[in-house]
């Protein structure tokens, strides 16, 4: 079984910077493409960003390419989101994820419990 774990969420002033990381435990044969979603209040679960196992290749939505940049330490299992020029609407609970395929839809096999971002105007 494979956990994780958010972190570094927090409130932030609009136009500031950001890191949030996700921590995996437990099974560690092979590594995982990782990704970040997020949930607004009211809103479904949307794509962020994704990154495949060896952290070569990536994937972002629209609204943050260009402002977040994933990126992942194998050797701690760590994967990190740096968050910049943040908006208003960037506030939301950012959920970590791991699967054998780097993809865009949530069909990954694990989930972390989530991290809340808050931008205030």
């Known amino acids: 079984q494979v956990q994780l774990v958010e972190s570094g969420g927090r409130l932030v002033q609009a136009g500031e910077s950001l890191r949030i990381s996700c921590a995996r435990s437990g099974r560690t044969v092979g590594y995982y493409a990782r990704a970040w979603f997020r949930q607004a209040p009211g809103k479904e679960r949307e794509f962020v960003a994704a990154?495949?196992?060896?952290?070569?290749?990536?994937l972002y939505a629209d609204s943050v390419k260009g402002r977040f940049t994933i990126s992942r330490d194998n050797a701690v299992n760590v994967v990190y989101m740096q968050m910049n020029s943040l908006k208003p609407e960037d506030t939301a609970v950012y959920y970590c994820a791991a699967g054998l395929r780097m993809r865009t839809t949530n069909e990954y096999d694990y989930w972390g419990q989530g991290t809340q971002v808050t931008v205030s105007s």
């Open positions: 990154i495949n196992s060896g952290g070569e290749s990536t």
